[in-house]
């Protein structure tokens, strides 16, 4: 979604995940390449490695999913995307200085 919602200029953006399988396959790595991404996993047990990340996967589980019941896939992305366009459009970060990721990221490419 990411590689789409940018058009495709991703190149040396970290796509930070766990260390599960599908993170760690050839096909994912061979995906990174071809869009020119930067796998990143941490190292197991330690959770500072990618510390901003692992923030974001405790938000989503505690703001988002935690007590919830979905009935279907299909709501439970519908709620999940909901919640990261918000986290990513409106909610502070104290690592960013307190403004949200997208306002973060537009002022980084003025600069740039």
């Known amino acids: 979604m990411a590689v ?4 495709g200029h991703v190149a040396g953006v970290i796509a930070h995940a ?5 993170y760690t396959s050839n096909d994912y790595l061979d995906f990174c390449q ?7 996993v941490g190292r197991t047990g330690v959770c500072w490695d990618n510390a901003v ?3 974001f996967w405790e938000s989503l589980k505690r703001e988002c999913i935690q007590d919830r019941n ?9 709620a ?10 409106h909610r502070l ?3 960013l200085n307190s403004i ?9 490419r003025q600069a740039s």
Request: without cysteine; hydrophobic residues 30%; aromatic residues 14%.
């Open 4 to 7: 789409t919602a940018r058009a």
């Open 18 to 22: 766990d260390r599960g399988s599908q």
């Open 34 to 40: 071809t869009h020119q991404l930067r796998p990143s």
């Open 53 to 55: 990340a692992e923030s």
């Open 70 to 78: 979905f009935t279907t896939r299909a709501e439970a992305r519908r």
């Open 80 to 89: 999940i995307f909901k919640w990261i366009n918000w986290y990513n459009q």
């Open 93 to 95: 970060h104290t690592s």
């Open 100 to 108: 949200p990721p997208l306002e973060w990221e537009q002022q980084y």
